[in-house]
């Protein structure tokens, strides 16, 4: 089991595009969750996505948005890239939910740069 | 709004030494709290969490309702202990909310 991957490991994009990042969760977990961790700081919760559909979402403008396909895996689609959404995304996956019990595992993550 | 204070960004102790890495939440329920660590150029990983009661490579984190803490200790640290560790308690919502982390460095 490779576990939670994630891509592109790294990128640079311009200011004003927009990107898509990729995660496939680890085998046999059905919920997904997106976080940004800036330089320096924890990461922090964007949204979950369970069942297909977006559960939950922390404190992050509509220009991030994201995808869950039946196979579970996810994408999440950030538009009119800025510079301070420069950042490693991580891609966190469990079973059923995140609850206190699951365990939550993390991919290494897809460092975006904005140029 | 709940928060997390991990209050020293940088700890540096000597192998052998005891360790405490300080946690403070701010909550008003009773928060399922975790500590994850993360090794060089390794992804994130549970290193514990306070319902099992569990202690992993020697940590354990005693969770104090009367001071919102949830320090993570060790008693006699060793070199591969060097990593970037972070308190997250659990919202009513199981949403992980996680401090800024604390990087251990553990002196030869």
């Known amino acids: 089991d490779a576990g939670v991957t994630q891509s592109p490991t790294h990128l640079i994009k311009t200011r004003g595009q927009q990107v898509t990042l990729r995660c496939s969760p680890k085998s046999g977990h059905d919920t997904v969750s997106w976080y940004q961790q800036a330089l320096g700081q924890g990461p922090q919760f964007i949204f979950q996505?369970?069942?297909?559909?977006?559960?939950q979402r922390g404190n992050f403008p509509d220009r991030f948005s994201g995808h869950q396909f039946p196979n579970y895996s996810s994408e999440l689609n950030v538009n009119a890239l800025l510079l301070g959404d420069s950042a490693l995304y991580l891609c966190?996956?469990?079973?059923?939910?995140?609850?206190?019990?699951?365990?939550?595992?993390f991919g290494e993550g897809s460092w975006l740069t904005v140029v | 709004a709940q928060r997390v204070t991990q209050p020293e960004k940088l700890l540096s102790v000597f192998k052998g030494a005891p360790v405490e890495l300080k946690c403070n939440y701010s909550?008003?329920?009773?928060?399922?709290l975790f500590w994850y660590v993360q090794y060089s150029r390794q992804r994130l990983q549970l290193l514990l969490r306070h319902i099992s009661r569990e202690s992993i490579k020697g940590f354990t984190a005693d969770l104090n309702k009367g001071e919102t803490s949830f320090h993570l200790k060790k008693p006699f640290a060793q070199e591969e202990d060097s990593a970037m560790y972070y308190c997250a308690p659990m919202d009513s919502n199981y949403q992980l909310i996680w401090g800024a982390g604390t990087k251990l460095i553990i002196k030869p």
């Open positions: 996505y369970y069942e297909e559909e977006e559960r």
């Open positions: 966190a996956s469990s079973l059923q939910q995140h609850s206190a019990g699951n365990t939550i595992y």
């Open positions: 909550y008003s329920g009773s928060p399922e």
